[in-house]
């Protein structure tokens, strides 16, 4: 007896559209995956899709994605991407094919036939102390500032304090509410001075930590607290009750807002542009050469892997190197500068 023709043949007709709206939805509401990593498989998926849609010229179906699309789709990108955005690129694929799997509208999933291309993750960027200090210390009110125009830069000084004083990423800053912000006695000596801590609900992995943040977070935090009912809504005042960080129309403060916010900061400190994971970097950096140790730095950065926390111990090696390079003896035996340990003329 002849068997019925497979559901799941090359000419399945079922339409993309419905099922990529359904991949988005339990990305975020059942797996609860971070809005940024939703956003990246979003964009990435998409593209593939519109890049196989090119090919065809035609509106596609489940049936179109095959082997050969994933491949066409990577190889187009050979060379003109860096090997980790195209690494990035498959796990997204990945998790796409996977999820029409599980649906039965594909038997396998070919986007894991395919090697990841090894690349190495590169160094953190990171502000030195001194830097940090500078960026800072410039987002002050002026004299001639409107109520809402200094209400607008306590804001944004007290993000980058605390986006740099707990470590946090900018998703977890902007995500913030004003109950998830408390001051408590450190517990020692009576004459410590009560400490900051925030409470990160979510974080990347879903998990949740409790941080600590600096004097200096603190008391910008208190100084923007002061003036926040000033970013009422411009026309009606209102404004979202619980976030902590407003935007200038009493919205949640976004993550393009908070780039904006240091573009700007580097522009007038005469810094390098940089992003906000930056200051992350920089936190995890600054700890470490003051001597915290892996493990701690891991928990208070809420890194599920040690290997994650151990790139900025690479960091600080190289950042030692190069400061020891103004030693008197560092170029003893006619050792050049720009040679770095390892090297055959360092490894005698």
Known sequence: MPSAPSPLASSNPVPLAPLFAAYLTELADVRRLSGETVRAYRTNVAEFLRSVEAKKKRPLSVGDLDLWAVRGFLASRHGGEKPLTTSRKLSALRSFFEFLRRKKLIEENVAKLLQR?????????????????????????????????????????????????????????????????????????????????LRVLRGKGRKDRMVPAGRKAKEALEGYLRERPSLGHPQSGAMDEKALFLSVRGQRLGVREVRRILDRATTQSGLAPSHPHALRHSYATHLLGSGADLRSIQELLGHQNLSTTARYAHVDLQYLWDQYQHHPHAQAANVPTEKKPGSKETSR
């Open 117 to 197: 291309k090894k690349a190495e993750l590169p160094l953190p960027e990171f502000f030195s102390p001194e830097q940090a200090g500078v960026l800072l210390e410039q987002i002050a009110p002026q004299d001639g500032d409107s109520q809402r125009g200094r209400a607008e830069k306590l804001r944004d000084r007290a993000i980058l304090e605390l986006i740099y004083g707990a470590g946090l990423r900018v998703s977890e800053a902007v995500q913030l509410d004003l109950g998830h912000i408390q001051v408590e006695d450190p517990g020692q000596q009576s004459g410590d001075e009560p400490i900051l801590v």
